[in-house]
């Protein structure tokens, strides 16, 4: 499995971006996609993340702001990032869990999103 991110950028505090994860290789294999971001000197966290299945989950920082989803013709995952603080500048990574394995550990490239004030 290999993931494609992209859609990172500058916005004012306040607007919106949308981040994609392309997913591609052996996409059956594929439990779950989840988004990190690593703000500089900090861990890299889950933030959302979406089953196979639909189901999603958020950390309780984006909850209500981002919205997580999956597109079924290309399964393409999407991160919709409204009201973006400040706090929400890092770098964003999509991740899989694949099947029978217990952590997310294939990972896409990261994409930087920048949150003026």
């Known amino acids: 499995v290999q993931l494609q991110a992209s859609g990172g950028g500058l916005v004012q505090a306040g607007g919106s971006l949308r981040l994609s994860c392309v997913p591609s290789?052996?996409?059956?294999?594929?439990?779950?996609i989840g988004w990190y971001r690593q703000a500089p000197g900090a861990r890299r966290d889950l933030i959302a993340s979406i089953t196979s299945g639909g189901t999603t989950a958020y950390e309780e920082s984006v909850k209500g702001r981002f919205t997580i989803s999956r597109d079924h013709a290309d399964n393409t995952v999407y991160l919709q990032m409204d009201s973006l603080k400040p706090e929400d500048t890092a770098v964003y990574y999509c991740?899989?869990?694949?099947?029978?394995?217990?952590?997310?550990?294939?990972w896409g490239q990261g994409t930087l999103v920048t949150v003026s004030s």
């Open positions: 290789g052996n996409i059956d294999s594929i439990a779950a």
């Open positions: 991740a899989a869990l694949i099947k029978r394995r217990v952590e997310f550990d294939t």
